[in-house]
């Protein structure tokens, strides 16, 4: 959907949100390094797929990483339906599959009850987006067949740097509704600010004491921007990086979710929804992935709510 504005410039044209506006402007290669343990994984279990089945791919983008992920599973033949605002991109990786692309938000948008019963739905990168992780999952959780394989992955942020961006994100969520630029304007100078910062950083380096998982850290010598980055505040950087890659760096965390998905609760999430849990890690030191599988016998009983802490 487009927003349309009227300025000294006459008719001007936006996406109808930040999100969508970051999300179609991100043309950036996904890191394929950072999900390289998942394949080691799915490995190691000795996860393989019929050589026929369909799967379910939510926030992939471009789906490389979800393709490259269905590869490894020894996927060859079935649908693999996509729901984003970006279409999926046909890979070499999987020739000979059918690709859907159902274009908008799950589940708002695009209904469970609009979507195949899978045997594999891959969610990463994704629901950290979401207002809630675990209500969304548990919607999508209503398009697995008995026994599919479900990857998944939560953010579980530090808690000062999702303090630091919550106000910062209402306001920017609200204001692109009636002032688009006046966003884009902000997200300029925050980059700005982040490469700077980053300019001066450059390789000083932090030893950190002890282990606390309130700021994000972990004992050891990181990087001053890298610990910034990802206890704090969103400077993010990467020496190279434009202006504009920076911008939409930035703009992603000002979707992040504040709740908190920590490596219990997403155990308990899964006992709740009668999975079995093949592995559940941290990937990232604020990312944790789940792998696992629905129960065999019946459709779960859906709970979408975790009480662990
Ligand atoms: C950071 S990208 C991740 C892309 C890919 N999965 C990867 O790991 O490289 C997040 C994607 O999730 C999509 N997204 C966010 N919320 C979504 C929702 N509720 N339903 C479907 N897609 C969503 C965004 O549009 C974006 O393309």
């Not at 509704?177 to 932090?206: C, I």
């Not at 998982?213 to 190279?240: K, M």
């Not at 308990?268 to 592995?279: L, Q, S, Y």
Request: net charge negative; with cysteine; hydrophobic share 40%.
């Amino acid at each position: 959907m487009l927003l349309l504005r009227w300025s000294h410039r006459g008719i001007e044209t936006y996406e109808s949100s930040l999100l969508e506006w970051v999300a179609k402007a991100d043309g950036s290669q996904p890191n394929l390094l950072k999900h390289a343990p998942i394949h080691e994984r799915l490995i190691d279990l000795g996860i393989s797929i019929g050589i026929e089945c369909d799967a379910l791919v939510v926030g992939g983008a471009s789906s490389t990483v979800e393709h490259s992920l269905l590869a490894t599973m020894q996927f060859e033949r079935g649908q693999v339906t996509h729901v984003d605002c970006v279409s999926p991109r046909r890979s070499d990786l999987l020739p000979d599959a059918e690709l859907i692309w159902r274009d908008g938000y799950f589940p708002l948008e695009v209904t469970p009850d609009e979507l195949p019963q899978v045997e594999v739905i891959i969610c990463l990168a994704a629901s950290r987006l979401f207002d809630d992780p675990f209500d969304t999952y548990s919607e999508l959780l209503k398009c697995a067949k008995p026994g599919a394989l479900v990857i998944i992955d939560f953010l579980d942020q530090p808690i000062i740097r999702s303090g630091g961006l919550s106000g910062l994100s209402a306001w920017a969520k609200r204001e692109w509704s009636s002032n688009p630029e006046t966003v884009l304007t902000m997200l300029r100078d925050f980059a700005r600010l982040s490469m700077a910062a980053s300019s001066v950083l450059g390789d000083l380096k932090l030893e950190v004491q002890s282990d606390s998982p309130e700021l994000g850290l972990r004992p050891g010598s990181h990087n001053c921007q890298t610990v910034i980055y990802e206890t704090l505040f969103p400077l993010w950087y990467r020496p190279g990086a434009e202006l504009e890659e920076v911008m939409k760096l930035i703009a992603w965390q000002l979707h992040y979710t504040s709740v908190r998905a920590t490596i219990p609760k997403i155990q308990t999430f899964a006992d709740n929804n009668g999975m079995h849990v093949e592995a559940l890690w941290p990937l990232t030191p604020d990312t944790n992935v789940l792998i696992a599988r629905m129960p065999h016998d019946a459709k779960p009983s859906v709970c979408s709510r975790s009480t662990t802490q």
